[in-house]
């Protein structure tokens, strides 16, 4: 009886659903392919980190899987559905660079308005709503800059606003887009440890990250891109120097 019941547990962890499956997934821009025909599973309760070099798709990537771009061929599933029903369950941090800091708006607004998708458009944030965001705010330590103009801050705060905004949605998957690049090291401290606890509460964290150095040191897992995928897996086995050469040679040319 024991054996059979081992042998069910086991079973069931091998039928998992992933978080997000992407199968045979192509991305063009004009007539140009951003991305070509990646296959890619992402574990559950993983940091996982996105590399590879400049043009590679890997912002594309992110941005196919919430339907942000346009996909030429090939599916993407949120837990075994498509994104726009699972929606809830998907968090963004967008790269800060894409942002309009000049938008008349403070902290406090910008971490509400991630508690817009569980309100519904038509109920406007109450009391309750307000302290949630504000408890967000106090996660990423900036409690004190809650009605400061999201254009007064510096680059490290405005990013730890998006990290509130992320968290206040309660997902399940978090998709970042470059969160540390240029970033002081008390907002990457304060973003590493944040994301080491969601981790630890089974979150899955997706993030698109620049540094190799650190790779190996913040990360379970690695997709390695050049707009086809190289490799992916876990990091011990997958983040080596031959597949770092074969991700960061030219980019491949590919007809389409």
Not at 34 to 39: E, Q, T, Y
Not at 102 to 119: C, Q, S, W
Not at 144 to 168: E, N, P
Not at 208 to 234: C, E, I
Request: proline share 5%; charged share 25%.
């Amino acid at each position: 009886m024991m054996e059979q019941k081992s042998e069910k547990r086991n079973l069931s962890e091998d039928d998992k659903i992933s978080p997000i499956r992407i199968r045979n997934l192509s991305v063009t821009y004009r007539t140009e392919p951003a991305l070509w025909n990646v296959d890619v599973d992402f574990p559950e309760g993983k940091m996982i980190a996105i590399v590879g070099p400049n043009g590679a798709g890997k912002s594309t990537l992110i941005k196919a899987i919430m339907g942000l771009v346009p996909i030429t061929a090939g599916k993407v599933s949120v837990y075994d559905k498509s994104y726009s029903k699972q929606r809830s369950k998907v968090a963004y941090v967008p790269q800060r660079g894409s942002v309009d800091w000049d938008f008349p708006t403070d902290a406090l607004d910008v971490v509400e308005m991630g508690l817009y998708g569980k309100l519904g458009w038509l109920r406007r944030p109450n009391s309750q709503t307000r302290q949630k965001a504000r408890e967000c705010l106090a996660q990423v330590g900036l409690e004190d800059y809650a009605d400061r103009q999201i254009g007064q801050l510096s680059g490290g705060q405005q990013q730890r606003v998006f990290v509130a905004r992320a968290l206040a949605q309660d997902p399940q998957i978090y998709l970042m887009d470059e969160p540390l690049n240029g970033v002081d090291a008390v907002t990457e401290d304060t973003i590493l440890s944040i994301l080491e606890n969601l981790k630890k509460e089974g979150k899955t964290i997706v993030m698109v990250h620049h540094d190799l150095q650190t790779v190996d040191k913040y990360f379970d897992w690695v997709v390695m891109l050049n707009r086809s995928l190289v490799a992916t897996g876990p990091i011990k086995q997958v983040f080596t120097k031959d597949n770092l050469d074969r991700t960061y040679q030219e980019s491949p040319r590919m007809s389409i």
